[in-house]
Structure formats: structure tokens, C-alpha cells
């Protein structure tokens, strides 16, 4: 008769036990743990990476935090790397320590081939950015000029080669060009969102070419009057995936005002 009210207590506490063994373990200084993403920001001595469940992490770099880059094909070997690797897109795995709300990075290793994969996209980005930049003076500096006609050349995906409604479009803005004083065109060349930004920024410099040239040698307009075609890269309304209307040429008929005016 006396069993029974251990027997719930020991219920009780055993219950009492599975709630605790549940909770999360409260963070304290000194507690290490290991964060893996990619790098989405780099902010002074701060970068931020975002790991497989879209959660972001902020780590701070200190001088004691050790970089190392893995190489071979079983990315097993270990090579001493400088902070200076860590660009926005590297994948890395970060062995942190907590103190108070920071986690302070002990540790960083990222694999040598998603290094290299990471800079050419950094440097098709960084490129595009100067194209555009450039592209933007080269018009401001040519005055306030107006658009007087546009068109728009589609492309198959992953091609370069004018259609013959491209062509066709192309003769006509030619015909339009070749009848107004003092013009100008502007040629630019974009993709879709699929691939990397380095093949994109490429594939759109293909395209872009591909009209000037036929501007030039088919349509029989002044090589000095068609201003030398921008690859873009990613066209700003691609959206996600793929998207046929990305894929294109953009071609500009354009004129100084002031020169219009006179």
C-alpha cells in the first residue's frame, strides 16, 4: 500500500527530467561552436553568413582568428590563407567561441575550388558594375541626348546568333538611323538569371557584339556612329529561372538635343 506515491514520484521526476534534457542549453562565455554558410556581408571585422536554413550569422574576425584553405581533390590538406580571402559568396566553416552576445571566430576554413568559384562570380559582378558605370558617362558626356527610337533583339538561350526577326528589326532601326542627323546607337546586352555571373557576363558581350557587328557590315551604318556594345550581364527585369524576354539586345537610337535644336 505504501508503493504506490513512489512509485508516482519517481514518475514525476523522471518526467521532470525529460522537460530539462529538452530545452536548448543556455549560451555562456567561453562555449564553442562550429557555424557553416556562405558569406552574404563583410562589414569591418564583422562578416555575416547565412547558413542551409536561410539563417543569418554575424561573426567577428579578431587577430587571433586563424584562415586555412582546403585543397586536393579530398579538400583534406590544409594551406595557411590570408583574411583578404573572405569575399561575399565564399562558403566557409566558422569554429566560433561565445562572449556575451558575440561569437568570436577562432577558426575559418573554406574549400580552394569554391574560392576560385566565388572571385570569377565577385569579378563578373565588379565587372558589370564598371560597364554600366561607364556606359552611363559615355551618354552623359554626350550630352542630354533623347531616345528616338528603341528595339528589342531576342535570343535563344545560351546563343549569341540573330535571328532573322532580329535581323530584320535591326535593318529597320539601320533604316530610321541612316535618315536622322547627328544620331547615335547605343547598344546593350543582356541575359537571363540562369548559370553564374561570370558565363552571363560573357554570354551577354557575345550577344551585344554579335548586333554591332551586324550593324556595322550588314545594315550599313558608320562604325563611328554605333557606340561600341555593353554586356550587361543580368538584365534587370530577369527575374528568377529562366526568361526568354532577359534574354536580349537592347538597341538605342539616340541624339544630342542641342544638336537637334540647331
Do not use: W
Request: with cysteine; aromatic share 4%.
Amino acid at each position: 500500500m505504501t508503493t504506490e506515491k513512489p512509485r508516482k514520484h519517481l514518475l514525476l521526476t523522471a518526467v521532470f527530467l525529460a522537460c530539462l534534457a529538452s530545452l536548448p542549453a543556455l549560451g555562456a562565455d567561453g562555449d564553442t561552436s562550429t557555424f557553416e554558410g556562405l558569406i552574404t556581408r563583410i562589414s569591418g571585422d564583422t562578416i555575416t553568413i547565412k547558413d542551409s536554413n536561410n539563417v543569418e550569422h554575424a561573426i567577428t574576425l579578431t587577430p587571433e582568428t586563424t584562415y586555412k584553405k582546403r585543397v586536393g581533390l579530398a579538400a583534406v590538406r590544409f594551406e595557411r590563407a590570408e583574411r583578404t580571402a573572405l569575399i561575399p559568396g565564399l562558403p566557409i566553416i566558422a569554429d566560433v567561441v561565445e562572449q556575451g552576445d558575440a561569437f568570436n571566430a577562432t577558426g575559418i576554413s573554406f574549400k580552394s575550388e569554391q574560392q576560385r568559384t566565388a572571385q570569377q562570380v565577385q569579378a563578373g559582378v565588379e565587372e558589370t558594375s564598371m560597364r554600366t558605370a561607364e556606359n552611363t558617362e559615355r551618354i552623359e558626356n554626350f550630352g542630354t541626348y533623347e531616345a528616338l527610337a528603341t528595339t528589342e533583339v531576342l535570343f535563344d538561350s545560351g546563343s549569341a546568333a540573330i535571328s532573322d526577326k532580329g535581323k530584320a528589326d535591326l535593318s529597320a532601326i539601320a533604316e530610321k538611323s541612316k535618315q536622322t542627323k547627328d544620331y547615335r546607337v547605343v547598344v546593350q546586352g543582356f541575359t537571363d538569371s540562369t548559370g553564374d555571373a561570370a558565363a552571363n557576363q560573357r554570354l551577354s558581350d557575345r550577344r551585344a557584339q554579335a548586333v554591332t557587328t551586324y550593324l556595322q557590315q550588314q545594315a550599313g551604318l558608320s562604325p563611328g556612329r554605333v557606340m561600341e556594345g555593353d554586356g550587361m550581364g543580368v538584365a534587370a527585369d530577369a527575374g528568377s529561372g529562366s526568361n526568354a524576354g532577359a534574354r536580349k539586345v537592347v538597341v538605342r537610337l539616340v541624339v544630342d538635343k542641342g544638336v537637334q535644336g540647331d
